[in-house]
């Protein structure tokens, strides 16, 4: 008759840290499970605070084509692989100036997604050589007028007030109107929300 396998101390050590490893890899897998599962179950989604206006559904720009800048070069595709940062306005006067001090301290602070982003002002304004002088790196878009308006109506959805609104609108690369800031809100929170954007976002 054969005798029973004695259990050592080791053993038995050995067996309890092997149940307890287990056990570990099992809360590790199962936890985010159940966490998906409830969060589903209860409709429940992470809130996250944009400060501008979310255009839902986005507007999409992407069949305009043909825009002209003030150096009378054609633009079809501008916002074509960058994010945009747009500022539209009939007459570029102090407050207009001041949103372009904005974006030129905006597009900065951004440091290695500079690359990424692209700032755009739109605006009936048939000399802007004082805006050229100042910003040479911006792309200003001020054609015919009657391009302007449609691409003013574009971005508020048909409305007709766009170019006195002196709106910032954000454009993705693929031609979608995203969000739209008034006049009053400050530089800092239209940045965090570009922040937002860049590290959610693959494209551009």
């Known amino acids: 008759m054969q005798e029973p396998l004695l259990t050592t101390p080791v053993d038995a050590v050995e067996q309890r840290k092997g149940r307890m490893i287990f056990l570990l890899l099992a809360v590790f897998f199962s936890v985010p499970l159940l966490v998906?599962?409830?969060?589903?179950?209860?409709?429940?989604?992470?809130?996250?605070?944009?400060?501008?206006q979310l255009i839902q559904p986005p507007v999409s720009i992407a069949h305009a084509r043909h825009w002209v800048n003030d150096q009378q070069?054609?633009?079809p595709v501008f916002w074509q692989d960058k994010w945009n940062m747009v500022f539209v306005t009939q007459q570029c006067d102090d407050a207009c100036m001041q949103r372009m001090y904005d974006f030129r301290q905006i597009y900065?602070?951004?440091y290695k997604d500079m690359i990424r982003v692209q700032r755009v002002l739109?605006?009936?304004?048939?000399?802007?050589?004082?805006i050229r002088a100042r910003y040479p790196d911006m792309l200003i878009l001020n054609g015919e007028a009657a391009q302007i308006n449609e691409l003013a109506g574009l971005l508020s959805q048909g409305g007709q007030a766009t170019l006195q609104a002196n709106r910032v609108y954000f454009i993705d690369p693929l031609g979608n109107v995203m969000m739209q800031y008034g006049p009053e809100m400050e530089a800092k929170w239209i940045r965090k929300d570009l922040v937002k954007l860049l590290k959610a976002s693959w494209a551009g």
């Open 73 to 75: 070069q054609a633009a």
């Open 36 to 52: 998906v599962t409830a969060m589903y179950k209860l409709d429940w989604r992470p809130s996250g605070k944009s400060h501008g």
């Open 122 to 130: 739109i605006t009936q304004q048939a000399d802007t050589s004082s």
């Open 108 to 110: 900065v602070s951004l």
